[in-house]
């Protein structure tokens, strides 16, 4: 059985994608002359792309096995990744973000499935728990890489780092990684059935909606971010990567919390404290915004507010996604691939959506993020309220 590393390193490299990208930001969007939401939406395309990739990563991966499917997938990343490092105009970055994101979505549906195929019961929980405490290392190192490159070097050579990125994982996983999906397991599911089946399914509209919620939430942060700590406030890129590492530590111990948890809670459980403490931790982000600018509140006020705040949301985060992952394809193993695909096209696709929410509301003041952070932690309250009629649908 290949390790749970290999694993989380396979479903890790789209998240390094992502936030070695963001301290840059500003950068590409003086260097380029576009407006700043012109930038943000590199990161909604990303996350369309990354959507429609996983169906198609997805449903070969169940035909043909998961591992030449994984490295098709590992070579459209890189051309992707080299086609944004030639960019010179916002047109030829969209492309290029749209191929790299393609690619980088096989490590999102297989990295998942690969845990389904070899997993089972309370054990898949642990398993989940443990790969998302791994993941939370990615947008740990990502954006201090990040920052550093795009200041010392240029925002361009963040694409060969991430290239030579794929790369190595590509090299790590052809010598370690074996097939995790039997022959006799393999062939075409009947898609239109499974599409119905899954649109019915209470674990699949729920947990989609609160991973989708949960991750567009933090993604959002990571597009408006760079223009509200940096341009704003007056960060550095180096100092703004630090403090996206810490948000994911702070996702890490809400994963090993979780799985701490698991010794006395079931998964439903668990995922709806996490929603409670994102929530909390929004409702504070917005009003002690408001209070401090009332009371004309100092720049370093408003940045130790947000970095606290957001610790926050990020420690619910990373109680609210491993149960999610872990619960929504129960009961999908003979068909994991092409269920694990429509199921992360359908976050993918709310990520997206939120993260061109965030765009289309940047206006150059402090705002916009903390009220639509606040926003989004109260529908997932709302969501909250449907996980107990998840947990006894998972029982039945």
């Known amino acids: 059985m290949p390790s749970v590393w290999l694993i989380a390193m396979v479903a890790g490299f789209p998240i390094l994608s992502?936030?070695?990208?963001?301290?840059?930001?500003?950068?590409?969007?003086?260097?380029?002359?576009?407006?700043?939401?012109?930038?943000?939406?590199?990161?909604?395309?990303?996350f369309v792309g990354t959507a429609l990739g996983t169906i198609l990563w997805g449903r070969l991966s169940d035909q043909y096995g998961r591992r030449?499917?994984?490295?098709?997938?590992?070579?459209?990343?890189?051309?992707?990744?080299?086609?944004?490092?030639?960019?010179?105009?916002?047109?030829?970055?969209f492309?290029?973000?749209?191929?790299?994101?393609?690619?980088?979505?096989?490590?999102?549906?297989?990295?998942?499935?690969?845990?389904?195929?070899?997993?089972?019961?309370?054990?898949?929980?642990?398993?989940?728990?443990?790969i998302g405490s791994i993941l939370s290392l990615a947008p740990a190192i990502g954006p201090l890489i990040g920052g550093f490159v795009d200041q010392y070097i240029s925002w361009q050579a963040i694409f060969l780092v991430l290239m030579m990125c794929g790369v190595m994982v590509a090299f790590i996983a052809f010598f370690h990684l074996p097939e995790t999906l039997d022959k006799e397991r393999r062939g075409k599911a009947m898609v239109r059935q499974l599409v119905f089946s899954m649109a019915k399914d209470p674990k699949i509209i729920i947990c989609g909606i609160t991973v989708g919620?949960?991750?567009?939430?933090?993604?959002?942060?990571?597009?408006?971010?760079?223009?509200?700590?940096?341009?704003?406030?007056?960060?550095?890129p180096m100092t703004y990567g630090a403090g996206l590492?810490?948000?994911a530590l702070a996702g890490s111990l809400g994963n090993r919390y979780s799985k701490y948890l698991h010794n006395f809670y079931e998964s439903s459980t668990i995922l709806r404290m996490g929603q409670v403490i994102i929530f909390s931790g929004s409702l504070i982000f917005a009003v002690l915004v408001s209070l401090l600018y009332f009371y004309d509140?100092?720049?370093m006020s408003y940045v130790i507010l947000t970095f606290f705040c957001m610790l926050i949301v990020a420690f619910g985060r990373g109680l609210t996604i491993a149960n999610c992952l872990s619960l929504a394809l129960e009961g999908y193993s003979k068909v994991s691939?092409?269920?694990?695909?429509?199921?992360?096209?359908?976050?993918?696709t709310i990520i997206s959506s939120v993260t061109t929410g965030m765009g289309l509301l940047h206006n150059?003041?402090?705002?916009?993020?903390?009220?639509?952070?606040?926003?989004?932690?109260?529908?997932?309250?709302?969501v909250r309220f449907f996980v107990p009629s998840l947990s006894s649908h998972i029982k039945s």
């Open 18 to 46: 992502e936030t070695m990208y963001t301290p840059a930001l500003p950068n590409i969007a003086n260097n380029l002359n576009v407006p700043s939401a012109w930038i943000e939406y590199t990161l909604s395309i990303y």
């Open 68 to 93: 030449p499917i994984l490295f098709g997938g590992f070579l459209t990343y890189i051309v992707g990744c080299l086609l944004c490092f030639l960019s010179t105009s916002i047109t030829s970055l």
């Open 95 to 130: 492309v290029g973000r749209i191929v790299q994101s393609l690619g980088a979505s096989v490590g999102v549906v297989l990295g998942q499935t690969m845990a389904h195929d070899l997993y089972r019961g309370r054990q898949r929980g642990q398993a989940f728990s443990t």
């Open 213 to 236: 919620i949960s991750n567009g939430l933090v993604f959002s942060y990571n597009a408006e971010g760079p223009f509200y700590l940096i341009n704003m406030l007056g960060l550095t």
């Open 245 to 247: 590492a810490g948000f």
């Open 297 to 299: 509140g100092s720049r």
């Open 337 to 348: 691939g092409t269920a694990a695909s429509f199921f992360v096209c359908f976050y993918y």
């Open 364 to 382: 150059g003041t402090l705002f916009p993020m903390p009220f639509y952070f606040c926003a989004l932690g109260l529908f997932l309250m709302i």
